[in-house]
C-alpha cells in the first residue's frame, strides 16, 4: 500500500485486488458522495460524515503500519478528499490531454475523447459553480466565482498525476496569468462600485436584450444578433404599415441598446487593460 499527502487529498494505491475490494466495499456503504470506475473510488468530504471518516483512517493506518513497518501521519486526513487506486502491475498509466482556455469568467476544459471521471473530478472540485458540458462530453465550461477558484485553477495544473493517470494541460500561461489579473480587477471593491452602478442605470438595454444585469458580452451579443433577424424591416415588408412601424421601431431600440451596451463592456475592458 502506497499512501500520499497533498493539500487537498489523501492517496491509496494499492496491488493488492482484495484490500482493494475490501476499502471500495466501505467507502461506497459509509459515504455517500463517491465517485466510482473499474480501480478506482474518489471520496468526497461531507461534515456529516465525520465519524465515518475517522474510522475508515484509522483502519487505514492499522494497514499501513502493519504492512510498512513505518508510522502513518493521517493528521486532518478526516477533511481531505479520499481517493483509492487499484494499480495493475506491467500495465500503462493513463494519459488525458486536456486543453485549457479562458474566456471572460469562464475556464474550459477540452478533451480528445469523453472521460467521466475526470470530468466528474474537475465539478466535484469546483462544487456548486455554474458549468456546461457539451453533448459529446469533451468540453466542459466552469463558471470562475471568486480569487479562491483561480488558486485551486493554480494547484490544479501544478499536479500531474490523478490517481492511475496522468493529466497532461496544454494552456497558454501568458493568457492563463492575464485571466487571473483582469478577474483580480473585476472582483475589486473599486471596479465593482464604479460598474454596478452604471449597469443598473442600463437595465433596461439588458432588458431590451432578454439578458440579464450580470450577462456577459458574448451573451448580449448572441441575443442581438438573434433579435436581428426577427426583428428586420427586410423580412417584414409584404406586412402593413402598422406592423412595419411596430417592427422598425423595435429593431432601432435592439440597435440603440446593444450599442450602448457595446460601450459600456468597452468601458470594462479599458479599465482592466488599464
Not at 19 to 45: A, C, D, H, P
Not at 156 to 170: Q, R
Not at 200 to 214: A, G, M, Q, T, W
Amino acid at each position: 500500500m502506497h499512501i500520499t499527502h497533498t493539500l487537498e487529498s489523501l492517496s491509496i494505491k494499492t496491488y493488492d485486488d482484495k484490500l482493494f475490494t475490501e476499502l471500495s466495499n466501505m467507502i461506497n456503504k459509509n459515504f455517500q458522495n463517491t465517485i466510482s470506475n473499474k480501480g478506482r473510488v474518489i471520496s468526497f468530504y461531507e461534515e456529516n460524515e465525520m465519524p465515518q471518516r475517522k474510522y475508515f483512517l484509522k483502519f487505514i493506518k492499522k494497514i499501513y503500519e502493519k504492512q510498512n513497518k513505518d508510522e502513518l501521519n493521517i493528521q486532518f486526513a478526516e477533511y481531505k478528499t479520499i481517493k483509492l487506486n487499484y494499480m495493475q502491475k506491467n500495465t500503462l498509466t493513463n494519459v488525458i490531454f486536456a486543453k485549457v482556455y479562458f474566456e471572460d469568467d469562464e475556464v474550459i476544459f477540452r478533451l480528445r475523447k469523453s472521460n467521466n471521471l475526470f470530468f466528474g473530478y474537475l465539478l466535484q472540485t469546483f462544487k456548486n459553480r455554474e458549468f456546461k458540458i457539451n453533448d459529446s462530453k469533451t468540453r466542459l465550461n466552469i463558471k470562475i466565482t471568486s480569487n479562491g477558484d483561480c488558486d485551486i485553477l493554480n494547484s490544479l495544473f501544478e499536479k500531474k498525476e490523478y490517481l492511475d493517470f496522468i493529466v497532461d494541460f496544454d494552456k497558454d500561461d501568458e493568457k492563463f496569468d492575464k485571466f487571473k489579473r483582469n478577474f483580480k480587477v473585476k472582483k475589486s471593491a473599486k471596479f465593482i462600485n464604479r460598474f454596478s452602478a452604471l449597469a443598473s442605470l442600463l437595465e433596461d438595454n439588458f432588458k431590451v436584450l432578454d439578458c440579464k444585469i450580470d450577462s456577459s458580452f458574448d451573451d448580449i451579443r448572441q441575443s442581438y444578433l438573434d433579435l436581428v433577424k426577427i426583428y428586420h424591416p427586410d423580412r417584414h415588408a409584404n406586412k402593413s404599415e402598422n406592423i412595419k412601424d411596430v417592427y422598425r421601431k423595435k429593431f432601432e431600440q435592439i440597435q440603440n441598446a446593444y450599442e450602448s451596451l457595446k460601450s459600456f463592456f468597452k468601458t470594462q475592458e479599458n479599465f482592466i487593460s488599464a
